[in-house]
């Protein structure tokens, strides 16, 4: 199995900044290998979850459009760990953040996280 640990969710005054961690681990093989995708999702109040972010093993980023500019994707290989850091929030940032990891092998292995909150206050 594999677990996907967040961290760094926290409450911050708009304007502030952020950075949100998720590192993978667990007995699966596949911890042993670079997940090919990482990436983060999120979900705020009475909303669907989203897509927030995500990256690829090849380092290709892919931002959705309603935070490019203000989160930035980043990601350890060695690790399986994925970063996101938020700049300049505002209160519409306000959403649980969940982790999401993706092998693929002889079929698509994805994982979630627990997820982490992150409150912007105006």
């Known amino acids: 199995q594999v677990q996907l640990v967040e961290s760094g969710g926290d409450l911050v005054e708009a304007g502030g900044s952020l950075r949100l961690s998720c590192a993978a681990s667990?007995?699966?093989?596949?911890?042993?290998?670079?997940?090919?995708?990482l990436g983060w999702y999120r979900q705020a109040p009475g909303k669907q979850r989203e897509l927030v972010a995500t990256m690829s093993s090849a380092g290709h980023k892919y931002y959705a459009d309603s935070v490019k500019g203000r989160l930035t994707i980043s990601r350890d290989k060695a690790k399986n760990t994925v970063y996101l850091q938020m700049d300049s929030l505002t209160p519409e940032h306000t959403a649980v953040y969940y982790c999401?990891?993706?092998?693929?092998?002889?079929?698509?292995?994805?994982?979630w996280g627990q997820g982490t909150q992150v409150t912007v206050s105006s």
């Open positions: 999401y990891a993706k092998w693929i092998c002889s079929r698509i292995f994805d994982y």
């Open positions: 667990g007995s699966s093989r596949r911890i042993n290998t670079m997940a090919n995708t």
